[in-house]
T-cell receptor, first 112, second 114 residues
Framework: DADVTQTPRNRITKTGKRIMLECSQTKGHDRMYWYRQDPGLGLRLIYYSFDVKDINKGEISDGYSVSRQAQAKFSLSLESAIPNQTALYFC???????????FGPGTRLLVL | AQKVTQAQTEISVVEKEDVTLDCVYETRDTTYYLFWYKQPPSGELVFLIRRNSFDEQNEISGRYSWNFQKSTSSFNFTITASQVVDSAVYFCALSEKNFNKFYFGSGTKLNVKP
């Protein structure tokens, strides 16, 4: 079984809808992250969490919110989806202090 | 200024050629880690290697090798005798221990043609 899982893997939604992307991990890591990737670009950090009570904004947090329900679960919500949020979304976890990030398989989101 | 620069947007080689992917980084931290990830056409991100700032030894893993040079702030990745399966986007990344930051380069797309 994969160490980092994301659901759904693909999602099509309409402008204005609220959607949630979920991430679960079995690696036992405290640190979790959400990134988005746009075609031809690298990864941009949306939010990150160093433990259940610690959540921080990344470089592009506007229009997104997160919830760290447990050490193993970190959800990303789009409050009111817009077309320019169409992207590939990755969840990641990391160990400390080595900080290697391990990624989930990604969620392809299309906002119409 | 970009923390991690991958100046090569796209590279095309013919199978069995050697290819080097460049990565230049910038940091004020004294303790940091450098990474390479592979993103094949299927989209997942695969961890390839981590190197800490105190270990400048080059590393070889099969056809892959990495050259870390602090003097030039570079962490280059060489694939020897490339294969079609090496076709992917490769990302270099930097983690700054004291600043708790993680930065990705914009990636280099490698096309290996048969």
């Amino acid at each position: 079984d994969a160490d980092v899982t994301q659901t759904p893997r693909n999602r099509i939604t309409k402008t204005g809808k609220r959607i949630m992307l979920e991430c679960s991990q079995t690696k036992g890591h405290d640190r979790m992250y959400w990134y988005r990737q746009d075609p031809g670009l690298g990864l941009r950090l949306i939010y990150y969490s160093f433990d259940v009570k610690d959540i921080n904004k990344g470089e592009i947090s506007d229009g997104y919110s997160v919830s760290r329900q447990a050490q193993a679960k970190f959800s990303l919500s789009l409050e009111s989806a817009i077309p320019n949020q169409t992207a590939l979304y990755f969840c990641a976890t990391s160990d400390y202090p080595q900080e290697t990030q391990y990624f989930g398989p990604g969620t392809r989101l299309l906002v119409l | 200024a970009q923390k991690v620069t991958q100046a090569q947007t796209e590279i095309s080689v013919v199978e069995k050629e050697d290819v080097t992917l460049d990565c230049v980084y910038e940091t004020r931290d004294t303790t940091y880690y450098l990474f390479w990830y592979k993103q094949p056409p299927s989209g997942e991100l695969v961890f390839l290697i981590r190197r800490n700032s105190f270990d400048e030894q080059n590393e070889i893993s099969g056809r892959y090798s990495w050259n870390f040079q602090k003097s030039t702030s570079s962490f280059n990745f060489t694939i020897t005798a490339s294969q079609v399966v090496d076709s992917a986007v490769y990302f270099c990344a930097l983690s700054e221990k004291n600043f708790n930051k993680f930065y990705f380069g914009s990636g280099t797309k490698l096309n290996v043609k048969p």
